[in-house]
Nanobody, 127 residues
Framework: QVLLVESGGGLVQAGGSLELSCAAS????????LAWFRQAPGKEREFVAA????????VYSDSAKGRFTASRDNTANTAYLQMSSLKPEDTAVYYC????????????????????WGQGTQVTVSP
């Protein structure tokens, strides 16, 4: 069982930056593929970024590409999502998710593929 706890959300003006963290406990962090998703009110959960077990493979959504950077520190059992040039449309609850994948280099953009989820952290971007 893997427990994920996100932090780092908050209120920021458009054009600003935030860094989200996802702290994991339980399981072997370095054998889990991770992803970031977000969900705005009234909208479906949306893929943001995925990062494989050793960060060999990182995939971004079109909206995140060039503005967001996913990373992980397997020694600290923590994943990060650095967000810059934030826009009001980035406002959402951001979730991290994990799936055991060994050392396969696995990434997925589909939320159904992930087994473990954090509680989410709110990001609000004002105009």
């Amino acid at each position: 069982q893997v427990l994920l706890v996100e932090s780092g959300g908050g209120l920021v003006q458009a054009g600003g930056s935030l860094e989200l963290s996802c702290a994991a406990s339980g399981g072997t962090f370095s054998e889990h593929s991770l992803a970031w998703f977000r969900q705005a009110p009234g909208k479906e959960r949306e893929f943001v970024a995925a990062i494989s077990e050793t960060a060999r493979n990182i995939v971004y959504s079109d909206s995140a590409k060039g503005r967001f950077t996913a990373s992980r520190d397997n020694t600290a059992n923590t994943a990060y999502l650095q967000m810059s040039s934030l826009k009001p449309e980035d406002t959402a609850v951001y979730y991290c998710a994990a799936k055991w994948s060994g050392r396969s280099g696995y990434t997925s953009q589909w939320h159904h593929d992930y087994v473990y989820w954090g509680q989410g952290t709110q990001v609000t971007v004002s105009p």
